[in-house]
């Protein structure tokens, strides 16, 4: 019977990922069957740490991230929770071997959003990038291989490479609503106040040169994974794009999003270069 409440836990984590990433949630669909709920169970523990931390302002958010962290550990040693997003994340966790290193990582990083609204050097703001961002692409990365540790160590680089990609797009695109509503600041020595076209060249650049990183290990994934992982990597290109087509004043203004007929658009071109083997 253990085997159904697993089941319906994953169907929770694949309900999380469908509401609230449309843009990912299409990407995983991309992903062969066999490996496909174990990315929306990595999903939906990383999308519950972030809802702690960023939307729950009226409750206490530390109280609640500490009793998340202790239920987390909880599944990981007996292999069940009542919670479903944990549960389905334990499956995934313990089935592939996940280096528990990652989730602390992951959490660390969670926890200074609690507190810490100012990145003022290129160690702060890498070391939190790495927990909040490497380090997931490294669990997905986990799953992608199906355990081959070669291919993973050859790969991990250029995970990390998108992972901090994705990020970076993230602050970018963000940067109103961190600033405004959660009084942050990621990009170290970058003023909200003066943000001008030089900085957002700048950090353009940044992304870019870890895209062309992370581009390399995609083709390298296993069958299983490259064209899902791809349909994710060309739609967080496209949002770049768009956003280094945007005057930086209205990047501090508005929120820049990528309409859902281009979204199609993404993946039927990547669908095509799947199709003609030229991934």
């Given at each position: ?22 843009s990912f949630s299409l990407a ?44 987390l550990n909880f599944s990981l ?31 660390k990083s969670m926890r200074w ?167």
């Amino acid at each position: 019977m253990k085997n159904f409440y697993d089941k319906v836990t994953e169907n929770c984590s694949k309900i999380v990922t469908q509401s609230y990433s449309t843009s990912f949630s299409l990407a995983t669909k991309m992903l062969d069957s066999s490996i496909r709920n174990h990315i929306y169970n990595i999903y939906g523990f990383v999308r519950f740490a972030d809802e702690i931390v960023d939307t729950f302002h009226d409750f206490p958010k530390e109280e609640l991230l500490n009793r998340f962290e202790k239920d987390l550990n909880f599944s990981l040693e007996k292999k069940i929770s009542l919670n479903p997003i944990l549960n389905s994340f334990q499956l995934t966790v313990n089935k592939y071997n996940i280096d528990r290193k990652l989730i602390s990582a992951f959490l660390k990083s969670m926890r200074w959003d609690l507190n810490k609204n100012i990145y003022k050097t290129d160690k702060e703001y890498k070391e939190y990038i790495y927990g909040s961002a490497d380090v997931v692409g490294l669990m997905c990365l986990k799953v992608f291989v199906k355990g081959d540790d070669n291919l993973y160590f050859k790969l991990k680089p250029a995970a990390m490479s998108l992972g901090s990609a994705f990020q970076k797009v993230n602050f970018l695109r963000d940067l109103k609503k961190d600033y405004q509503e959660l009084d942050r600041t990621y990009f170290p020595n970058v003023d909200f106040n003066h943000f001008d076209e030089e900085t957002k060249t700048n950090i353009i650049k940044e992304i870019e040169n870890d895209f062309n990183l992370a581009l390399k290990g995609i083709f390298d994934l296993p069958i299983e994974s490259r064209f899902g992982v791809y349909t994710a990597y060309k739609y967080y290109n496209k949002l770049l794009k768009k956003l280094k087509n945007i005057p930086s004043k209205k990047i501090q203004n508005t929120r820049i999003r990528v309409p859902n007929y281009q979204k199609m658009g993404v993946f039927a071109r990547s669908y095509l270069k799947y199709r003609l083997n030229l991934l």
